[in-house]
């Protein structure tokens, strides 16, 4: 039994990195059909849903989502055996390595599909990853939420997330992705599989802060870097940096012609010669 969790929990590792049956060499498991990630780029989020924080008190998503920072959106379940775990686990070591923390640049929320998870065990996978993510401050900024099936449902169509529960497993076969959402609740990115880099988080959270003010660093970092899905990154746009480059050496030589004539312009014309004895 445990081999076949392993299996089902591996195939959807490779199902939500981006793989589709057609370029496997075997079909995928049947516990597996309908499980995946259907992107809704642009889609808003239910902000009237109500969810139950760790601490028990209910809560509506647009007390999280309400117009200031992007915010990092995870679907898990808090009593999953493995993969969740994972994908915690390779958000977490990307974010140590932010210069921000949640609470104050963006928003986390980890939002259990399991109905039957409860507030205790939102409590303490919150306080397991606030340990490890080791940021003061940071508990503020990220939210375990429980809800209803009906509103778990709401969400996770959303977005386009597609899970299924096995029975016989006692486990849910489900993809692994993390969600950017803009200030108001728009998807903006989604990042597949069970690691996430620093550079990409960063990136993927200043795309996601559209609509609200990008800083000219942001604007060109975004213009120096694009988001490749089959890679799963931002990676270099090397035509954007040429052409950013030629810009900047236009100008560099603009600035200098543009002194040099002022400078040879405030000399004004030679003084003509004086006479002998004037």
Not at 74 to 100: A, E, I
Not at 172 to 183: K, M, N
């Amino acid at each position: 039994m445990r081999s076949r969790a392993v299996a089902l929990a591996s195939a959807a590792v490779v199902l939500a990195a981006g793989s589709v049956a057609a370029q496997r060499a075997e079909p995928l498991p049947k516990a597996l059909a309908g499980v995946g990630i259907t992107e809704h780029l642009g889609a808003k989020i239910p902000l009237d849903l109500q969810f139950t924080a760790e601490d028990g008190k209910p809560v509506r998503l647009s007390r999280y989502v309400d117009g200031t920072r992007p915010v990092i959106l995870t679907l898990n379940y808090f009593r999953c055996p493995m993969l969740c775990t994972l994908m915690l686990n390779g958000l977490v070591d990307g974010l140590k390595g932010l210069p921000w923390t949640p609470g104050n640049q963006f928003e986390v929320l980890t939002v259990s599909f399991d109905p039957l998870d409860t507030p205790a065990l939102a409590m303490l996978k919150k306080e397991t990853y606030m340990e490890e993510l080791g940021r003061p401050g940071a508990a503020a900024g990220w939210h375990f939420l429980t809800g209803t099936q009906a509103n778990i449902k709401a969400l996770t169509d959303a977005v386009g997330f597609s899970f299924r529960y096995i029975p016989e497993q006692q486990q849910y076969a489900h993809p692994t992705g993390v969600f950017l959402l803009t200030p108001d609740g728009r998807v903006s990115r989604v990042l597949y599989g069970v690691q996430y880099s620093t550079q990409t988080l960063k990136l993927a959270l200043t795309e996601a802060r559209q609509g609200k003010e990008r800083s000219t660093g942001d604007q060109i970092l975004l213009y120096c870097f694009h988001y490749d899905a089959n890679a799963g990154r931002y990676v270099v746009a090397a035509g954007n940096i040429m052409r950013l480059g030629g810009g900047v050496t236009l100008l560099v030589v603009g600035v200098w012609l543009a002194v040099a004539w002022r400078h040879k312009a405030g000399k004004g014309p030679p003084a003509p010669p004086q006479e002998a004895g004037s």
